[in-house]
């Protein structure tokens, strides 16, 4: 949609719309002013899917880096976000990972924000990011037993369900899914 853009993309309106998986990639993002290469891939392809154009995506990465220099970001990052959007090498359109795929990959160690949250923050970590996401504590509560037994997709469908209010009862399976969803319900 046409309202993504470089700015909009990391407003707060925006960003309480993503899954806990692209909060979760913001935060880190917004603390280190870095991702990794695993948590670049699986969030310049979520914010793909929401409508970021590539443009835009370079240009809000490139702000967000505020570290790295314009050279070393040309150098070292914008051909991975052109790759993304198959601009580069075998130009593939790759599309944004489903939460079964995000499952599937290593899951992150200590300063690496890509993965599921349901998953890999531990009981004390989520709950405080539950709470932040405005969830009540028997919400939590629940959510944190859902996470325990392993069922993270169905952790984040609850998350949805609560967050709209008990409007959108649909089992999660893709991060852009539960914004697209999101999106509907607020608007
Ligand atoms: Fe993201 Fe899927 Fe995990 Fe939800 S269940 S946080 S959408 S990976």
Request: proline share 3%.
């Amino acid at each position: 949609s046409s309202d993504i853009n470089a700015i909009t993309v990391g407003s707060k309106e925006i960003v309480d719309q993503f899954p806990l998986c692209g909060q979760h990639a913001m935060y880190g993002l917004r603390t280190l002013h870095h991702l990794k290469y695993t948590a670049r891939q699986q969030f310049t392809l979520f914010l793909k899917g929401i409508g970021l154009s590539l443009e835009d995506a370079l240009t809000f990465w490139s702000g967000e880096f505020k570290s790295v220099s314009i050279d070393k970001f040309n150098k070292e990052y914008k051909y991975n976000i052109r790759h993304s959007y198959g601009l580069e090498g075998g130009r593939i359109n790759y599309k944004p990972w489903d939460c079964r795929t995000i499952l599937s990959k290593p899951r992150p160690q200590k300063g690496e924000y890509h993965g599921c949250p349901y998953r890999d923050l531990s009981s004390d970590s989520l709950a405080r990011k539950l709470r932040e996401m405005g969830l009540e504590e028997k919400d939590v509560q629940q959510i944190l037993e859902i996470s325990d037994k392993g069922d993270y997709t169905n952790a984040c469908s609850r998350v949805l369900e609560v967050k709209t209010n008990g409007h959108v009862q649909e089992q999660v399976t893709h991060p852009n899914l539960y914004f697209d969803r999101m999106r509907q319900y607020t608007k």
